[in-house]
């Protein structure tokens, strides 16, 4: 069945750096748009980065252009959030969705990125 499983976050300091890591599985994961989303505590959830399918498009929210960098391995199946200069407004659980085709719309079941000194 499909899976998407992120890993990578936790606990880090302003300033500091994560990289997210999503795993995919049961879907052909070179012809899927991939995008990490995040919804920080009473917010609703909001588009992080998008990348295509081959990896030659990439789109970030304004708030995030220039710290953070989506990119992907086809041969691993995994597309990762490397995140650099973090602030405290980067506290959300993030999650990695799998698009395609129109109808074909999978997700991840998250994982917690916390900004604090």
């Known amino acids: 069945q499909v899976q998407l499983v992120e890993s990578g976050g936790g606990s880090v300091q302003p300033g500091g750096s994560l990289r997210l890591s999503c795993a995919a599985s049961?879907?052909?994961?070179?012809?899927?748009?991939m995008s990490w989303y995040r919804q920080a505590p009473g917010k609703e959830r909001e588009l992080v980065a998008t990348i295509t399918g081959a990896g030659g498009t990439t789109n970030y929210a304004d708030s995030v252009k220039g710290r953070f960098t989506i990119s992907r391995d086809n041969a691993k199946n995994t597309v990762y959030l490397q995140m650099n200069s973090l602030k405290r407004e980067d506290t959300a659980v993030y999650y990695c969705r799998a698009r395609a085709y129109m109808t074909d719309d999978y997700w991840g079941q998250g994982t917690q990125v916390t900004v604090s000194s």
């Open positions: 049961g879907f052909t994961f070179r012809m899927y748009g």
